[in-house]
């Protein structure tokens, strides 16, 4: 295949990839809305309401099912998006010329990041019960890939010389990996503070298949607990010794690297806030999404606000700035 | 507080001196202070401020991150350059408040790790705590019956724990058992928190003995390494001239690797400066191929290529006739990735009048209907535009100029020919301009390239990556270590024996139940004989 035709394939996928979070998240919404009538069928066999007819267990037992399966169906179909989305990035990777890691730039890693958290949300609905975290995952996905068609696309072209280096694999693998984690990690404490705003009372729909709160917060705690590790890794050892290598300068001040740490302070305080009193439960949970949000703005928002940042792939023309200062 | 109010209720009769309560002394005084400051909370307090504190130093341009773009921000914002002055804004990670905020936060960490340190050892060698009367209270507990004796179960336990790596108490009373595992999750937390101040110390090292110098290097200019001969120069306070290795260096050649098809075509692709080194006057002379990402090392001292544009070699000739600037090189600044520079020629020595010239220089210089347009990096059809100053330039009085900036505060632009503001002169290599008014003429030889050369010493840079990868052990010892603690009691009944078990988890992020219920059925399971 050429260059040229693996570039095409890239971006087919992505829209295909696209359509079938699509399909995935209508089949979750379907589930959703199921659940609500099996509550209704449950409520009224157990009062007999008289103006309407009892629903029978077989077909309580009917809805149970068609509900199951929409369950099934939206996994299914996210297990085939993350497939074709792979695709995607391998496309990506092996247009460039000569063949490279597919991120380089916004674009790319908008694609790889979502890919990730997509696949990590895979890997982990089964051991830890997240299964219900779907519908969050694929709107989130479905979202940030639209932005990344619209806003941040690129074409293909080979690496700028800064990042011509085998620390843009060990780096950028590693921050995007805790990147993923850590945005899973923001949507349980996200619901977990929801759910708790609700109170005790006995949760009927869709908030039955939600955990309970010690749950919620103890999966919470597990994805922070493996995110953080993985940041301090890219943030704190990774980047410093390429920044060593490509700026002369193993810590520079540089707003993205501000902002990283910035983001592993906020995330070592919410690690600390689980174990101390008063602050366990919701102002740790409130830290976790304080820590998402500034993940993220690190990730888009810090490109528009300072031009200085040596982490020029941001800008579509500054592949070089950096050299001229 | 409530400490020194219970101190003073309980000595009533005491005389002189007579203390109001919640009065303190200031023992007192000091050790609720250090109480509060080693205080989880105020250390989660000082982490956010932390965060907080260091944001607007990536809004706001850093002086010594980019003093350039620091002092263009100064001049666009004048109301708020002097308050922001003031605040230590424009060098905030170096200013009082940040290091206040971080020192509070090192303190703390000291005050918090060494009681725990001693905890720790003491905790080492003790034994598990007995098992509580009443196991079915734990929050984790399960009871069943067996058939099996006491003791069978109880042999059972011990040996199935001690696999399972729990240490167990020696002395435990009779029909129970007490067991714990995970002793290296708090070795694992206090690494962590000591690492912190190894990579602090390291960084302070890196920052105190260390210096970071750059010089801009015509190809074919040699370097040796002096401090008279660095453009800048950002010594540590504790750095020695002494510290300066000795080598010497030239770049030679200079190559761009232009990307010409493809959707980024103009792009440069590869920068490589090859150069030839002595670690010492009378050092053997090597060569290597200095590119980003492949920085050279010399001894302590580590050389990386951060920059480079074209230099465009000039002759100035004068009202007399004389030559009063070159034939040399002029360093013009880069705009943009596509090379297209901006720079200054000084020439105080000619007569009559004194010479500056202030322009433009086009790589590959394109006529665009009728605007001069940079097509390419690459030096395909390089072109000098420039303005012509005559009059005062300001070099006189001894104040230090930029050799980039031309002062214009005393000198007259040329005036125009027709159509244009002020006389332009556009020149390609090989061109002369005669200036009007007898003043002179300009001469545009050729065009050299340059190298930023970026030089830098930092100490203790092994110190910070002993200090990071030492923090990311402890972290993970001390996030995926478990820590927790097993009880079982047998009691002989009626109808068999009876099994409680309970199980504590001291790191607050396992499922015990989970844990406990392995344990029951790896108990419950027939004895493979």
């Known amino acids: 295949m050429t260059d040229a035709a693996w570039s095409t394939l890239s971006n087919q996928a992505v829209a295909a990839a696209a359509v079938v979070y699509f399909l995935a998240l209508l089949a979750y919404v379907v589930e959703w809305s199921s659940l609500r009538q099996v509550d209704r069928s449950k409520v009224l066999a157990g009062s007999g309401g008289p103006e309407v007819e009892p629903a029978s267990d077989a077909e309580v037992d009917k809805h149970r099912d068609r509900v199951a399966m929409f369950g099934r169906l939206g996994l299914l179909l996210t297990a085939i998006a993350v497939v074709i989305h792979f695709v995607a990035l391998l496309g990506r990777g092996m247009s460039a010329d000569p063949n490279r890691v597919p991120w380089g730039n916004m674009y790319e890693f908008t694609l790889a990041g979502t890919f990730v958290v997509a696949a990590l949300f895979l890997v982990m609905s089964r051991r830890y019960a997240l299964d219900w975290l779907g519908p969050v995952v694929v709107t989130f996905v479905l979202a940030l890939l639209m932005i990344a068609v619209v806003w941040l696309y690129d074409p293909v072209g080979p690496l700028p010389e800064a990042l011509d280096s085998y620390w843009l694999v060990i780096h950028v693998v ?152 | 507080m409530g ?211 750059g010089v801009i290097l015509v190809t074919g200019t040699p370097f040796s390494n002096t401090p008279t001969q660095y453009d800048d120069f950002v010594p540590g306070s504790l750095f020695r001239a002494g510290q300066l290795d000795p080598f010497s260096f030239t770049v030679d050649d200079f190559d761009i690797d232009w990307l010409t098809s493809g959707p980024r075509a103009g792009m440069a692709r590869g920068f490589q400066a090859h150069m030839q080194y002595q670690t010492s006057p009378d050092g053997e002379e090597q060569d290597y191929n200095l590119r980003v990402n492949h920085p050279l090392t010399i001894g302590d001292t580590d050389l990386f290529l951060i920059g480079h544009g074209y230099a465009p070699v000039v002759t100035v000739r004068d009202g007399e006739g004389n030559v009063v600037w070159g034939p040399a090189p002029q360093i013009f600044l880069p705009q943009g990735p596509d090379l297209f520079s901006f720079g200054v020629i000084k020439v105080p020595d000619a007569k009559p009048s004194q010479l500056g010239f202030e322009g433009f220089f086009y790589p590959t210089f394109a006529n665009v209907d009728g605007d001069p347009v940079n097509l390419n990096g690459d030096d395909l059809n390089p072109a000098l535009s420039l303005n012509v100053w005559t009059g005062d330039l300001g070099l006189d009085d001894g104040t230090p100029q930029s050799v980039y900036v031309l002062d214009k505060s005393k000198a007259t632009a040329l005036p125009a020919k027709k159509g244009m503001e002020t006389l332009r002169v556009d020149l390609a290599p090989g061109d002369t301009a005669v200036l009007p008014n007898g003043l002179g003429s300009i001469t545009f030889d050729r065009v050299e390239s340059w190298q930023r050369i970026q030089i830098s010493q930092t100490p203790g840079k092994g110190v910070a990556l002993l200090g990071v990868v030492l923090a990311l052990l402890g972290l993970m010892g001390s996030l995926f270590i478990r820590s927790r603690r097993v009880w079982l009691r047998v009691t002989d009944g009626p109808n068999g024996t009876l099994v409680e078990i309970a199980a504590l988890d001291r790191s607050g992020g396992a499922d015990t139940d989970a844990v406990l219920s392995d344990l029951v059925a790896e108990l419950q399971e027939e004895p493979r004989s």
């Not at chain 2, 001693?118 to 058939?147: D, E, K």
């Open chain 1, 174 to 325: 590693s921050a995007i990996v805790a990147t993923g984690a850590f945005t899973l990690g923001g949507m349980t404490s996200a619901t977990y503070l929801l759910k708790r705003r609700r109170g005790d009372r006995a949760e009927t729909g869709l908030w039955a298949r939600v955990p309970s709160l010690d749950k919620l917060d103890l999966m919470s705690y597990r994805i922070h607990a493996f995110a953080f590790p993985v940041w301090t890794f890219a943030v704190l050892i990774t980047g410093p010794i390429w920044a060593h290598q490509a700026w002369s300068s193993y810590w520079n001040w540089d707003p993205k690297e501000v902002w990283a740490f910035i983001t592993w302070v906020v995330y070592a305080a919410y690690l600390h806030a689980r174990t101390t009193a008063g602050w366990r439960g919701r102002n740790a949970a409130i830290l976790a999404l304080v820590g998402t949000a500034t993940l993220w703005f690190n990730f888009i928002g810090i490109n528009y606000f300072s031009s200085s940042s040596q982490h020029s792939y941001a800008g579509a023309t500054a592949p070089i700035s950096q050299l001229d200062r």
């Open chain 2, 3 to 213: 400490d020194a109010m219970t101190t003073t209720a309980s000595r009533p009769t005491a005389p002189a001196p007579e203390r109001r309560s919640g009065e303190l002394t200031m023992r007192e005084l000091l050790r609720w202070c250090w109480r509060q400051l080693t205080s989880m909370r105020i250390a989660l307090i000082l982490l956010l401020l932390l965060a907080l504190a260091a944001v607007p130093g990536s809004l706001v341009p850093q002086e010594r991150v980019d003093s350039l773009k620091a002092g263009q921000w100064k001049d666009q914002h004048e109301t708020l350059t002097p308050i922001y002055e003031k605040l230590g804004i424009f060098n905030v990670y170096g200013s009082p408040w940040f290091a206040a905020i971080y020192i509070l936060l090192m303190i703390s960490l000291v005050g918090c790790i060494i009681p725990r340190t001693f905890v720790y050892w003491r905790g080492l060698r003790a034994q598990p705590p007995a098992a509580p009367r009443n196991l079915t209270r734990m929050p984790s507990h399960a009871t069943y019956g067996t058939t099996e004796s006491a003791d069978v179960v109880l042999e059972r336990a011990r040996t199935m724990l001690r696999r399972k790596r729990y240490r167990l108490r020696a002395d435990a009373a009779d029909g129970t058992v007490s067991a714990e595992r995970g002793y290296l999750r708090e070795l694992g937390n206090l690494i962590f928190h000591l690492a912190v101040l190894v990579v602090l110390v390291g960084f302070a090292t890196g920052s105190l003995f260390g210096y970071k110098g």
